[in-house]
DNA sequence: TATTGTTATACTCTATAACTATA
DNA sequence: TATAGTTATAGAGTATAACAATA
């Protein structure tokens, strides 16, 4: 057993380079190179990182950005239409929306025709925050669009969609 | 204010409906359309419930699957690597191996040749059940496999890869 | 009886820092 | 002085259930 590992030890790793060998080594992705949810995943992490940097200055996160955009878009949506189509839930939402009422960018009007039910809206203020924000968002994916041909960008948006709307309609299936 | 909030009331949503047209109706995405993490956490999201349901007969989660198949692709390697690799952290591993070992489905070997180090190793156990694991996890993208041609998933893949490796050489750049 | 919004709770993930033993 | 692994802690995110007002 020791010796099985002390070959593999020196087969695999090369002590007897500087320490910096082993922390620029890169692993083989093996399985995983074939799993959709691991490139996903990867990608996705990088892009989280610099949407993060890029959301800072304005003190908010993605969470805040998709609602307001997503608002935007959907003038009066509800709390819980918003919760659904923008993957967060809805006791989440809650405190998020208190946060973007107190900054002034959005309002919860209740409607008078279900009193249950607040109208989502931003307020002028908030529309010209999304609008810098998403600039900004976009920034972060520029180095990666220059990576692709305009056609191959677009194809790349229709697989996603394409994904997203099999799995999508199978769930609805489901029900 | 109050007969604006109203108007948009009436024109977005249809009280007179039953409140299920509501819960129903399907919002405008807006900007969001345009933004690749929101394509991407969309989809990761819906294969993300698929997998932990695959997963969940063998007790564990993605992250352990993750771990089991980048040791099984670099025998010997070190949590440091692994964590860097997977895209989780050195700490979060910790219990992840713990529990593996508990399992006898990994295991540490301290190198003798730098006795700071674990190598990591799957046991054959190990590998049968993380070989059970990619079956499960491949089945769960089967109906999404079947909506492309071979070429077009090929070509997926290779979108993402690619979008990948440019923002990894753009951090990569900047350390 | 069901739905919207709210509150509270717990559990997971993640990030961070500190500590040890080695190098 | 730096690195591998460990431990501990706090924060964000997520899922759940219960609740009040309304339908």
């Known amino acids: 057993m020791k010796a099985d590992t002390d070959a593999v030890d020196s087969m695999q790793v090369d002590d007897t380079k500087p320490a910096n060998s082993a922390s620029t080594r890169k692993l083989d992705p093996g399985l995983m190179a074939h799993r959709l949810s691991f490139r996903l995943r990867g990608l996705l992490g990088l ?3 610099r949407v993060l940097a890029a959301f800072a200055p304005f003190g908010l996160r993605s969470g ?3 609602a307001m ?5 959907n ?4 709390q819980i ?3 659904r189509e923008g993957g967060l839930d809805k006791s989440s939402l809650v405190a998020l929306l208190n946060d973007l009422e107190e900054r002034g960018y959005a309002i919860r009007a209740r409607s008078t025709r279900d009193k249950r039910r607040s109208n989502l809206f931003l307020t002028p203020e908030g529309e010209k925050v999304m609008h810098e924000m998403f600039e900004a968002a976009m920034k972060t994916e520029a ?9 191959e960008m677009q194809l790349f948006f229709a697989f996603l969609e394409r994904a997203f709307f099999i799995l999508a309609a199978e769930d609805r299936g489901k029900d």
Chains 1, 2 share one sequence.
Do not use: N, V, W
């Open 47 to 49: 892009l989280g990182e």
């Open 64 to 66: 805040s950005f998709t």
């Open 69 to 73: 955009a997503l608002i935007k878009a």
């Open 75 to 78: 003038p009066g949506c509800s």
């Open 81 to 83: 239409e918003l919760a």
């Open 143 to 151: 180095s990666l669009r220059e990576g692709f041909t305009p056609d």
